[in-house]
């Protein structure tokens, strides 16, 4: 796709946790709990509130079309704050010191004083049925030109554990907000810009890491198009494909219009159509305690077309309907299915008086209100197919292709009003002064590869890594930092893929055998089958224990002349090739108390001899 034709214009929110000691508003620790620890629930039932200019924003109301009762677990880490039964603490100031440390990171400017606003969200993610944020500083730069445009300091979401339940754990974990302006054009720069956020961010020492600490939302639009935002890709590497197939969307959407236009497309009349599917065999219809049917003159063929991988203009029309609490819906450009046969087809269409070129749709609710609400959303994301503005500004769900899914209209200026229990922070000059700039992950690689000789990808990879710290403390204790970096990168890893928990190493285990290899205690390849034993529940003094006994540079030299006698003919097919193998060998009946080098050195000198021996 040529974007620039296309009008593509991009910008991205970064959603990142904060590593901090307490949650946002409130003195309870950041730790996430495993859902079968929680030690109680309760229930609430969310409406949306008025904003200060008197208006119910359309996102929330989109949110009350279907009346859900939320159930929520708690915690002994949990309090009555993410219960909303106790008033907020004053903001968490290590929270706020990080996000102004970022902030001067994008040479931004911190407003004067930082005043907490309720965002109102009602969709059971917080038991007040509004978010907390507060806007930190504004008016940054990024490296090619692009601005960020505010970071807000506001608490984490519960986290969804199934439904209308949720978990209060997650509630009110810092989170910083990082906004840009609209300056990417093609959806590689987009990820270019989210991986340079993440880099920066890391760069600190003070986010949390893993799956789930880190989202972003990404805004877009292109020429004729809408503004939609994608909320929740986590993974860097689909953020180019989202905009990719939301481009995709959007151009499939305008041509459906100019389609439906010349068609002379509308949308007729509904009815219901319970008594005509009394003796179904549809396992759907089946259950419905009413069904109704809606005329859409002209969409034959249409509502069935694909506008995005996986996702049809029917997929779109059925997310509406789903607001109201339904499953979904049936059209006749899928039908006969489902268990509906062709005869109820043709009876539908004719009860309706649905012509070739017509398709019908069908919704089936639990009561009437529920049915009668479906079909009214049906009928309006089907009148906006062929509208003015065919791409509705929608907030949309990104799904686990790169696909994504309606999730309700984009929130106005109503949703925002002011946080009372909270007092404003100042942000004076001295404050803003005293806030250090880390050095980049980058600037940090570059210098590992100067200073210590480390391969690119391995101080990329060092630089990135939650491990740092530990390398950095092992450098200052005298480990060789090639060492370190080894052992810390490829050896965890390696061990990992083979199923050991290097989660229960500790960093204390991790120096001292670093320590026992450079005292020459054990050798280097030993490290692998030490850390083994710390996983397997052993001390480190337990682990060395295990380990084979020292070996003479004379008893090693024995061990690989019978090694090598035992295996002449391998060697006499093979040469010099047999080193790698024999290699193994060696250093199996040694059990890594042997430094490798002096190992390959004696064997090499062995190969030669037998092979000088035979030419003799």
Known sequence: ?????????????????????????????????????????????????????????????????????????????????????????????????????????????????????????????????????????????????????????????????????????????????????????????????????????????????????????????????????????????????????????QQSLLELRAELCSRGASVSHDDDVTDLFRDTQSSVLKKAKKIRALLLKEFAGLVGREIQPERRLGSEISDYAKKCGVGGIFHTDELPAYGVTEEEVASLRSHIGAGERDCVILVSGASDKQAMCAIAQVAQRARIAFSDKPVPEETRKMLESGSTAYMRPLPGAARMYPETDVLPVLIDEARWASVTVPELLTVKAERFIKAFGIEKNYAFQLAASDKLPLFDRAVQEGIKPKLAAFTLLSTLTELRRDGVDTRKITDAAYLRTLHAVELEHAAKEAIPEIFRSIAAGSSFEEAISKLAPSVSREELEAIVRKIIAERSDFIAQKGKAALGPLMGVVMAEVRGSVDGKIVSDILRKEIDAAASSRNS
Do not use: W
Request: net charge negative.
């Open 1 to 249: 796709m040529d974007y620039k034709v296309l009008g593509l214009v991009a910008g991205i929110e970064i959603h990142q946790q904060l590593d901090t000691a307490e949650k946002l508003f409130c003195h309870c620790p950041t730790t996430l709990r495993e859902i079968p620890e929680h030690n109680g629930e309760f229930f609430r039932y969310l409406r949306a509130t008025v904003s200060e200019m008197g208006e119910i924003d359309r996102a929330a109301l989109e949110e009350m079309k279907h009346h859900r009762k939320f159930q929520y677990y708690t915690y002994n880490s949990t309090c009555l704050v993410e219960n909303d039964e106790e008033p907020p603490a004053p903001i968490n100031d290590e929270a706020l010191a990080i996000c102004l440390t970022i902030g001067k990171m994008f040479g931004m400017v911190p407003v004067p004083q930082v005043h907490t606003m309720r965002k109102l969200v009602i969709d059971g993610s917080n038991t007040s049925g509004f978010q907390r944020t507060a806007l930190v500083a504004f008016n940054g730069a990024l490296p090619d030109g692009g601005e960020i445009e505010t970071i807000c300091l506001e608490e984490e979401a519960a986290q969804r554990v199934k439904d209308e339940v949720f978990s209060l754990d997650r509630l009110g974990i810092p989170l910083i907000e990082i906004t840009t302006s609209p300056c990417m054009h093609t959806p590689e720069d987009v990820q270019k810009v989210a991986e340079y956020i993440g880099m920066v961010l890391r760069s600190t020492g003070r986010v949390k890491r893993g799956l789930g600490t880190i989202r972003q939302d990404v805004n877009i639009s292109i020429a004729n198009g809408a503004r939609v935002e994608i909320k929740g890709v986590q993974e860097l590497d689909l953020i180019a494909e989202v905009v990719k197939r939301e481009v995709q969307r």
